[in-house]
């Protein structure tokens, strides 16, 4: 298992373009995040599944932004009419359900998107 | 709500020297709370983890974290830092509802390491 990867490491898209990024988490974990790092700040949570369902939403995810997780296994996040406030790192994790904080969570590398 | 301080964005300390990297919490129960590492190119990577158990907590590469309940802190420290250390440090809480917990990230805390 290679952990947590995310497709692709960089992204630069013009004002208005769609834009769609991939995370493939760890195989055995049911539960999949999606954070967004903007420069000089922490990560901010966006969106939590938990197997296929979208359990939760952050008010920061727009109408403009969508998630997805068919069959319970990789994730897309769509990013339609880009502005250029969406330039940050977009980072997916995963975890297992198992106990109290499962196991932990497990971050990928990161999609780092640049709206020019 | 569950909210963190991290009250240095940056530190510089020489190599060899002691690390504190400060950290207050704000929670409304008894919180969970993490350090994470994120190096250049590289994912975050959790240093330590609080969860009520012992409240000196050891993490990897030598560094440590005290719960402080009376201060609401949980400092970040290592006796004596490595060049490698240099990276951008997160305090962490998490926020339980729902059946799942959600990680709440300070502003992160760079950390520079001198010659």
């Known amino acids: 298992d290679t952990g947590v990867s995310q497709n692709p490491r960089h992204k630069i898209t013009k004002r208005g373009q769609n834009v769609t990024f991939r995370c493939d988490p760890i195989s055995e974990h049911n539960r999949l995040y999606w954070y967004r790092q903007t420069l000089g700040q922490g990560p901010e949570f966006l969106t939590y599944?938990?197997?296929?369902?979208?359990?939760?939403k952050s008010r920061l995810l727009s109408d403009r932004f969508s998630a997805e997780r068919p069959k319970g296994s990789f994730s897309t996040l769509e990013i339609q009419r880009t502005e250029q406030g969406d330039s940050a790192m977009y980072l997916c994790?995963?975890?297992?359900?198992?106990?109290?904080?499962?196991?932990?969570?497990?971050f990928g590398s990161g999609t780092r998107l640049t709206v020019v | 709500a569950q909210s963190v301080t991290q009250l240095d964005s940056h530190v510089s300390v020489s190599e060899g020297t002691p690390v504190l990297l400060r950290c207050n919490y704000s929670?409304?129960?008894?919180?969970?709370l993490f350090w994470y590492v994120q190096h250049p190119n590289k994912g975050l990577q959790l240093l330590l983890k609080?969860?009520?158990?012992?409240?000196l907590v050891k993490g990897i590469n030598g560094f440590e974290a005290e719960f402080k309940k009376s201060e609401t802190s949980f400092h970040l420290t290592k006796p004596s830092a490595h060049m490698s250390d240099a990276a951008e440090y997160f305090c962490?809480?998490?926020?339980?509802?729902?059946?799942?917990?959600?990680?709440?990230f300070g502003a992160g805390t760079r950390l520079a390491v001198h010659p």
């Open positions: 962490v809480v998490t926020s339980f509802s729902g059946g799942y917990n959600k990680l709440i």
């Open positions: 929670s409304s129960y008894s919180p969970s």
């Open positions: 609080y969860t009520s158990a012992a409240t």
């Open positions: 599944f938990q197997n296929e369902a979208q359990l939760e």
């Open positions: 994790a995963s975890s297992s359900g198992q106990g109290y904080m499962g196991r932990g969570y497990t």
